[in-house]
């Protein structure tokens, strides 16, 4: 089974709909399904209409799918899984505030070092968590071994658990943090095979940490594209496909420039 997860947080650029045809064009080559999955467990960023145009889209330039799903509708197992992460100990209440984290990322700042959280609710008792009427967020504890994988297109790499680090999976409204209901939909729909862009790569090992922590033995193979960059400043080119169709590009012609670009 493979997976396309646009956010509908904004337009569909061309990045997204590169990462749309390589999956399409593997389902086929593999024999496998192709399902939509809707990411749009982070409410305050979703734009009304947008997972329709989404939608649209995907059509205009004849990607198949078996099925539309939307991240949202599976948030009771996102919850129960980390209830089950909290009762084994691989996870913990976390009452840190968010002035509190500031103030430790601006010491990593000073240090010239990468932000990491420092462990201190991950200490507490469960009396004290008990006793504790503040509103928390749910952090899973930092692998104890590095994470290791192979990413079919870039080789293997190689993460220690203080890369990993121990990260937000509930919000403090108990909604998912993206990681964390990326992992868990891959798991509970099978996913056998991720394309998508590079930028997630060091989202990958705290996904694999995630399913580990779960039981979940399944092997997932990665292939992370290259950004497309915009020639004029370098940086990741987000032309929006709506905008492009709206000049007159051909669909056919933007779908044979992206597979060309791979």
């Known amino acids: 089974m493979l997976r396309f997860a646009p956010s509908p947080t904004g337009d569909m650029n061309i990045g997204n709909l590169r990462v749309a045809i390589f999956n399409y064009i593997m389902s086929k080559q593999l024999n496998e399904d192709l399902i939509i999955r809707i990411e749009d467990t982070d409410v305050e960023k979703n734009i009304e209409g947008k997972d329709k145009e989404i ?24 919850q129960k899984m980390a209830l089950q992460l909290m009762t084994q100990k691989k996870a913990y209440a976390c009452f840190c505030s968010d002035s509190k984290l ?38 899973i504890k930092k692998p104890e071994h590095n994470i290791k994988f192979t990413d079919l297109l870039k080789g293997d790499f190689d993460y220690a658990p203080f890369d990993v680090d121990s990260f937000i999976i509930l919000r403090q409204d ?58 004029l400043t370098g940086e990741n080119d987000t032309s929006s496909v709506k905008w492009l169709i709206d000049e007159g590009f051909l669909p056919s012609a933007i779908a044979n420039y992206l597979v060309l670009m791979g």
């Open 102 to 139: 500031d103030e430790l990322k601006e010491e990593s700042i000073k240090d010239g070092k990468p932000f990491k959280y420092d462990g201190f609710c991950e200490t507490l008792s469960d009396e004290t968590v008990l006793n504790t009427n503040a509103p928390f967020t749910v952090r």
């Open 174 to 231: 108990k909604t998912p943090t993206y990681n964390y209901a990326c992992a868990v939909d891959d798991m509970i729909m099978d996913i056998s095979l991720v394309i998508r862009e590079e930028a997630h790569l060091s989202d990958t090992p705290k996904q694999i940490h995630i399913r580990e922590s779960l039981g979940y033995t399944k092997e997932i193979k990665y292939v992370h594209l290259p950004i497309i960059l915009n020639p």
């Open 55 to 78: 939608l649209e889209i995907l059509n205009l330039f004849s990607i198949e799918y078996k099925s539309v799903m939307h991240q949202s509708d599976s948030l009771k197992y996102h």
